[in-house]
């Protein structure tokens, strides 16, 4: 079945230390999201590839940073996390069909900061 | 900025009854979308509704959109255990990006 599958599921990282995300999908969908979801709280998206076109919110934070390799992955880096940073993090796709863009999300991944 | 605010922010329901929750929003949009979210989980779109529609069915779903209120309804009818989650709605921006702005989600409880 076409999906978007994320990894790890749960993530712990230490304050400070580098953590990557990935991101895939079989969907061969153009574009990609991802998305900091905080407890009880609406998806903020961070970013989107627009095929190899990056689109960068204007309020996310130099700390997070976004690689697109393929059309198939995506990663999200977080350079020094710290503990606000704590959050579900999601990856989602979508195609170009004109009017109809629905996003296919990922499980997500959990990120624990200690 | 946020783009759709839902309310209630929680709602809890008898197994059985009819769920409804409402959306507004501010700017123009080409489409108005809702997804359900389990807990822990990723979002999974249920419906989308163009701003050219006034109403669409799917299974247990309706969905209702009034562009001259900015505002929609999602109805679902019949409600089961495992239609609780939290709904959100999202909207794109008329310009054509490729981006939707989620409003703050209803948290639906039905209880058996």
């Known amino acids: 079945d076409a999906m978007v599958i994320q990894n790890p599921r749960y993530q712990v990282t230490q304050f400070g230390k580098p953590v990557t995300l990935s991101c895939s999908q079989t969907l061969n969908h153009n574009v990609m999201y991802w998305y900091q979801q905080k407890s009880s709280q609406a998806p903020k998206l961070l970013f989107h590839y627009y095929d190899k076109d990056f689109n960068n919110e204007a309020d996310t934070p130099d700390n997070f940073q976004s690689r697109r390799p393929n059309t198939s992955f995506c990663f999200l880096d977080i350079r020094s996390p710290g503990l606000g940073d704590a959050a579900m993090y999601l990856c989602a796709t979508s195609g170009t069909r004109k009017g109809y863009n629905e996003q296919f999300f990922g499980p997500g991944t959990r990120l624990t900061v200690l | 900025s946020q783009q759709g605010e839902e309310d209630p922010q929680a709602l809890s329901i008898q197994e059985g009854e009819n769920a409804t929750m409402n959306c507004s929003y501010k700017t123009s949009i080409n489409n108005l979308q809702w997804y359900r979210q389990n807990s822990g989980r990723g979002l999974v779109h249920l419906i989308l509704i163009r701003s050219n529609e006034r109403e669409k069915h799917s299974g247990r779903l309706r969905v209702t959109l009034d562009t001259s209120k900015k505002s929609s309804s999602l109805l679902i009818t019949a409600s089961r255990a495992a239609d609780t989650a939290s709904y959100f709605c999202?909207?794109?921006?008329?310009?054509?990006?490729?981006?939707?702005?989620f409003g703050q989600g209803t948290r639906l409880t039905i209880n058996p």
């Open positions: 999202a909207t794109d921006a008329a310009q054509g990006a490729q981006k939707l702005v």
